[in-house]
Nanobody, 124 residues
Framework: QVQLVESGGGLVQAGGSLRLSCAASGRTFSSYAMGWFRQAPGKEREFVAAIRSSGAIRYDAKSVKGRFTISRENAKNTVYLQMNSLKPEDTAVYYC?????????????????WGQGTQVTVSS
Protein backbone atom coordinates (compact mmCIF):
# COMPACT_ATOMS: atom_id res chain seq x y z
CA GLN A 1 0.00 0.00 0.00
CA VAL A 2 1.22 3.50 -0.89
CA GLN A 3 1.25 6.21 1.79
CA LEU A 4 1.22 9.85 0.63
CA VAL A 5 1.93 12.98 2.68
CA GLU A 6 1.54 16.48 1.22
CA SER A 7 3.36 19.57 2.47
CA GLY A 8 4.22 23.11 1.39
CA GLY A 9 0.82 24.76 1.54
CA GLY A 10 0.28 28.15 3.11
CA LEU A 11 -0.89 31.72 2.64
CA VAL A 12 0.33 33.69 -0.36
CA GLN A 13 -0.70 36.90 -2.11
CA ALA A 14 -2.15 36.89 -5.60
CA GLY A 15 0.61 36.71 -8.18
CA GLY A 16 2.91 34.84 -5.84
CA SER A 17 4.35 31.34 -6.01
CA LEU A 18 4.28 28.20 -3.91
CA ARG A 19 5.70 24.69 -4.28
CA LEU A 20 3.85 21.69 -2.93
CA SER A 21 5.56 18.40 -2.19
CA CYS A 22 4.17 14.90 -1.84
CA ALA A 23 6.33 12.31 -0.12
CA ALA A 24 5.45 8.69 -0.85
CA SER A 25 6.25 5.49 0.94
CA GLY A 26 6.31 2.07 -0.66
CA ARG A 27 8.78 0.27 -2.88
CA THR A 28 6.82 0.65 -6.12
CA PHE A 29 6.44 4.45 -6.25
CA SER A 30 8.20 4.68 -9.60
CA SER A 31 5.55 2.46 -11.24
CA TYR A 32 2.63 4.78 -10.39
CA ALA A 33 1.23 7.70 -12.28
CA MET A 34 0.82 10.61 -9.87
CA GLY A 35 -1.68 13.42 -9.77
CA TRP A 36 -2.68 16.58 -7.97
CA PHE A 37 -6.29 17.51 -7.24
CA ARG A 38 -7.83 20.39 -5.34
CA GLN A 39 -11.08 21.00 -3.53
CA ALA A 40 -12.46 24.40 -2.57
CA PRO A 41 -15.19 24.84 0.07
CA GLY A 42 -18.57 23.82 -1.31
CA LYS A 43 -17.10 22.49 -4.56
CA GLU A 44 -16.26 19.07 -5.98
CA ARG A 45 -12.71 17.81 -6.04
CA GLU A 46 -11.16 18.80 -9.37
CA PHE A 47 -8.20 17.60 -11.39
CA VAL A 48 -5.11 19.81 -11.53
CA ALA A 49 -2.25 17.86 -13.11
CA ALA A 50 -0.89 14.34 -13.67
CA ILE A 51 2.45 12.80 -14.54
CA ARG A 52 3.32 9.32 -15.76
CA SER A 53 5.72 7.07 -13.86
CA SER A 54 8.70 8.00 -16.02
CA GLY A 55 7.97 11.71 -15.78
CA ALA A 56 8.19 12.00 -19.56
CA ILE A 57 4.47 12.62 -20.12
CA ARG A 58 2.39 15.21 -18.27
CA TYR A 59 -1.13 16.55 -18.50
CA ASP A 60 -2.46 19.78 -16.98
CA ALA A 61 -5.96 21.07 -16.43
CA LYS A 62 -6.83 24.05 -18.63
CA SER A 63 -7.40 26.22 -15.56
CA VAL A 64 -3.74 25.96 -14.51
CA LYS A 65 -1.93 25.46 -17.84
CA GLY A 66 1.05 27.77 -18.12
CA ARG A 67 1.03 28.53 -14.39
CA PHE A 68 1.45 25.17 -12.62
CA THR A 69 4.06 22.49 -13.29
CA ILE A 70 3.99 18.92 -11.99
CA SER A 71 7.26 17.04 -11.67
CA ARG A 72 8.68 14.03 -9.88
CA GLU A 73 11.95 12.70 -8.55
CA ASN A 74 11.57 8.95 -8.38
CA ALA A 75 14.87 8.51 -6.54
CA LYS A 76 13.38 10.60 -3.71
CA ASN A 77 9.87 9.09 -3.90
CA THR A 78 8.52 12.62 -4.27
CA VAL A 79 6.18 14.48 -6.60
CA TYR A 80 5.96 18.28 -6.75
CA LEU A 81 3.54 20.95 -7.87
CA GLN A 82 5.16 24.30 -8.66
CA MET A 83 2.47 26.98 -8.62
CA ASN A 84 3.17 30.40 -10.13
CA SER A 85 0.99 33.44 -10.80
CA LEU A 86 -1.44 32.31 -8.13
CA LYS A 87 -5.00 33.61 -8.16
CA PRO A 88 -7.60 33.79 -5.37
CA GLU A 89 -9.61 31.12 -7.20
CA ASP A 90 -6.70 28.72 -6.68
CA THR A 91 -7.54 28.67 -2.97
CA ALA A 92 -8.31 25.07 -1.99
CA VAL A 93 -7.08 22.01 -0.21
CA TYR A 94 -4.61 20.30 -2.54
CA TYR A 95 -4.38 16.51 -2.62
CA CYS A 96 -1.72 14.20 -3.95
CA UNK A 97 -2.83 10.86 -5.42
CA UNK A 98 -1.33 7.72 -6.97
CA UNK A 99 -2.76 5.62 -9.81
CA UNK A 100 -1.56 2.24 -11.02
CA UNK A 101 -1.87 0.88 -14.56
CA UNK A 102 -4.06 3.73 -15.80
CA UNK A 103 -3.62 6.57 -18.26
CA UNK A 104 -4.92 9.15 -18.70
CA UNK A 105 -5.76 9.79 -15.05
CA UNK A 106 -7.90 12.91 -14.75
CA UNK A 107 -10.79 11.66 -12.62
CA UNK A 108 -11.00 11.05 -8.89
CA UNK A 109 -11.96 7.41 -9.43
CA UNK A 110 -8.84 6.81 -11.54
CA UNK A 111 -6.71 6.90 -8.39
CA UNK A 112 -5.97 4.21 -5.83
CA UNK A 113 -4.29 6.17 -3.01
CA TRP A 114 -4.70 9.66 -1.57
CA GLY A 115 -2.84 11.95 0.80
CA GLN A 116 -4.45 13.99 3.56
CA GLY A 117 -4.26 17.31 1.72
CA THR A 118 -2.54 20.64 2.31
CA GLN A 119 -4.26 24.03 2.43
CA VAL A 120 -3.37 26.73 -0.10
CA THR A 121 -4.87 30.17 0.47
CA VAL A 122 -4.35 32.99 -2.03
CA SER A 123 -5.29 36.48 -0.86
CA SER A 124 -6.45 39.22 -3.21
Amino acid sequence: QVQLVESGGGLVQAGGSLRLSCAASGRTFSSYAMGWFRQAPGKEREFVAAIRSSGAIRYDAKSVKGRFTISRENAKNTVYLQMNSLKPEDTAVYYCAAAGFRWPVTEVNDYDYWGQGTQVTVSS
